[in-house]
């Protein structure tokens, strides 16, 4: 990770950790490198640039900000508004942009915000470009093999950028969406859970233009509701909203919808390994999972490849981020990867993880199976998991602290043979990620509260 982007972009608190003059500059920045790549290449001179954002508060003024940067330098600016993070993948490898740029910060309550980047390939960006466009944040603007000083050359005359409005290549992502069913899904009721987020734009219109009905909640992002309490780090009133009513199946995105947890017609949370499993399994037994391989990261349940196994799978294992999941398949021609947190990547059909994508992949497997959701993940058992989180503003230094290294190595000792410790900074928040896995509950509960107790001794905060 850099000094400002971590596994998912640059995030932090908005106005503070990521201001209107960061965004500015990172727009100046942009505007001007793929403008000068296009110029040495003689592919013309102006960069295309697309941008979406979510709903929070913030968004709007990093919007501002973003564009008054590209434009500066030279870019034409596409505005998407309040999109969703696939989105703007889809349009950036689709429609011939040299980059695209999401404001969002995610699954973080609404005070946070960040500037997710892509490539024309609707990738994430490279972090040879990310490394420059930090060292340009700092006031050194290094490119092409020599220094151009401390800001990028403004635009000058008719060379200046223009902002225009895009909302047709929203409609097409959603016409993308659509086109990808099978089937109809007239008659099954779900339910969907927006987070007060970017698919409440979406996600009820592409199901409903799939046949079903569909029950949102959640839906009426304010600013600074998104996330609170709602999405896919807080699925309880989803998991209501299925049992009271008997819905079919319920869908819960986060604030940019590159999410989805599912819960079954019973009430029961299915996680990204349980969507990975249901899909691992469909795609084999159709003869299209490539090389008989999906890839996960360490936080995936360690039962998850224990049930693969079963079925002849194999599970690659990367680090946390979709990023490295995305890498990994791209990488060995794989067709399937995701992480535990409900970032679920299908090669075929996109490059990123994609919620509302995911959500019509598990309808779709559903439908041809007939069969609820609760007994095609039944076969999937997870060994028991206890997550906890400390947070800190020192990252990683703190488990470098002896306490903290004794407590992890006695916890380790205590799992050995019947379980692992996961212990590692967050790469999107101020956190310590403390996690334990094994046979037995109550061990993985007293292993992560000997380790959380020691980070809290050497300056952490619960």
């Known amino acids: 990770m850099g000094k400002y982007f971590g596994t998912d972009g640059y995030r932090g608190e908005a106005n503070v950790a990521l201001s209107a003059e960061n965004a500015f500059r990172a727009g100046q920045f942009l505007g001007w490198y793929y403008g000068e790549q296009k110029r040495q290449n003689g592919a013309g001179e102006r960069a295309r640039v697309v941008i979406g954002k979510d709903p929070r508060l913030s968004s709007y003024m990093l919007e501002d900000a973003l564009s008054a940067g590209l434009t500066s330098s030279g870019a034409d600016v596409f505005l998407l508004h309040v999109t969703t993070t696939p989105s703007v993948s889809f349009i950036a490898r689709t429609e011939d942009f040299d980059c695209g740029i999401m404001i969002s910060a995610s699954h973080n309550p609404y ?223 794989y067709s399937l990867g995701g992480e535990q947190s409900g970032h679920i990547i299908f090669s075929k059909y996109a490059t990123t993880g994609d919620g509302i994508l995911t959500a019509i992949q598990v309808m779709e497997i559903l439908a041809e199976r007939e069969l609820p959701l609760s007994a095609l993940t039944q076969p999937f058992q997870k060994y028991p998991q206890v997550l906890k989180n400390v947070r800190t503003e020192r990252g990683g230094a703190l488990l470098e602290e002896p306490k903290v290294l004794l407590a992890l190595r006695s916890a380790e000792q205590r799992l050995f043979g019947a379980g692992r410790m996961l212990v590692r900074a967050s790469g999107t928040e101020p956190l310590i990620r403390v996690m334990a896995e094994g046979e037995s509950f109550s061990l993985c509960e007293d292993c992560v509260g000997e380790v959380v107790a020691a980070l809290v001794a050497a300056g952490g905060e619960l």
């Open 111 to 333: 005070y946070d915000n960040g500037l997710k980047l892509v490539n024309g390939m609707g990738e994430k960006m490279s972090e040879a470009v990310t490394e420059l466009l930090e060292a340009y944040l700092d006031g050194n603007l290094h490119a092409f093999g020599k220094s151009w000083g401390g800001s990028v050359p403004p635009a000058r005359r008719e060379r200046i950028g223009r902002t225009v409005d895009c909302f047709a290549g929203r409609n097409r992502y959603i016409g993308y969406l659509v086109s990808l069913a099978t089937c109809s899904y007239r008659g099954k009721r779900i339910g969907l859970d927006c987070a007060n987020g970017s698919a409440f734009m979406i996600a009820p219109g592409v199901f409903n233009a799939l046949g079903a009905k569909t029950y949102p909640i959640h839906d009426a992002p304010d600013g600074v509701n998104i996330n609170r309490g709602a999405g896919s780090t807080h699925v309880e009133a989803l998991r209501a909203l299925v049992r009271e009513k008997g819905l079919d199946i319920g869908f819960a995105f986060d604030g940019d919808a590159d999410r989805c947890i599912c819960v079954d017609e019973k009430g029961n949370v299915a996680d990204g390994d349980s969507i990975l499993y249901l899909c691992a399994r469909h795609l084999k037994e159709r003869g299209e999972l490539e090389r008989d391989a999906i890839v996960t990261t360490v936080m995936s349940n360690f039962g998850l490849s224990k049930a693969l196994g079963r079925l002849g799978i194999r599970c690659e294992t990367t680090q946390v981020g979709d990023r490295f999941v995305y890498e990994s398949m791209l990488k060995n021609g």
